[in-house]
């Protein structure tokens, strides 16, 4: 079983004096001068955020979360990924997923190359059933294009990295330059949704309640889905590979087929660009969903949803270890191919 949704904590400000630049030391070292559990932290966040901050796979830690090594430690991790039957881990992070919210963009580009050498250095050494993703500071593209230039070779870095939160959607032309250097370096991108409250993430602004939040965060996976189609991504990268991670596997019908009924009723007569495809066809060509989170669904109904989708566009993802991850038994009856096959064809 090879899980794409990993999400190990890594960012702890002391552990990143070393891999950032001199100028932001102080910075990080916020921590040192301040007894508030809050102050000093890397990543901007919603109030709530830390109201679940001790509930991430509730009995697993030894303490209070963040006096636990369970998440913190490559060896505890692997210990509890053995625990669930787990033969492959990507590692997506925890609260890097937050780094588009920094509002300084060299700042955010330190901290996202930081994560990217802490993850090569210090948690892939440790188990070979671990890989990495390259984390790109989206807001410096220039910055973005010398991650991938710098990690593209490393075999244990299978993909690239974009946590939502951009100040544009990810089909602007802003993010040309990376969508050329994924391709040159034929990685794939993973797109994750975060809840960093910088920039807007759902169609009506900043939620007002954590279920609120979390409901709806998937608008940010459609939002850029539709951009990346309509802006000619796909069309001008056709062997671009983009997973749409940490929202569940059925969410992209909706907007794959409602952007192709307008297409066919309007399309370029409109002003829509003249694509080689019809928009749901990008889904099968270039995209893929995760499992996770597949919560407590009837498993007929499930199935039927993954085979609209393309069992061949499906990867699994337990989401350990946040609160709501995916039990080992939510696996039970899937394809081989979404649990692993799908996984090492597009990242091994």
Known sequence: MFDVCVYQWTLDPSEMLSYVDDRWELRLRLKEYSDDPLAGAIMPSEAWYHAFWNEDAPGDADGDYTESDVYRTPEALRARLDDRGVDGALLLGHEITYVNGLLHPEYAAEVAAGYNRLLVDEWLPEASEFYGAIVLPMDDPRRAVEEIDRLADDDRMVAALVYGGTDLPLGHRYYEPVYEELSSA??????????????????????????????????????????????????????????????????????????TRYYRNAGTRLGAPDLQREPHEYLESNCYTTTYPMGEQDRDAYRTLVEMVGEDNVLYGSGYPLWNADSPAAADGLDERILSGNAADLLL
């Open 186 to 259: 034929d990685l794939p991108l993973i797109v994750h949704t975060s809840g960093q409250p910088t920039n807007r993430q759902t169609s009506l602004g900043r939620p007002e309640h954590y279920v609120t939040y979390e409901t709806n965060l998937v608008q940010n996976h459609m939002t850029n889905f539709v951009s990346m189609v309509f802006q000619g991504v796909f069309d001008r990268h056709p062997d671009l590979d983009v997973v749409w991670a940490g929202q569940g596997a059925e969410w992209i019908l909706h907007p794959a087929w409602r952007a």
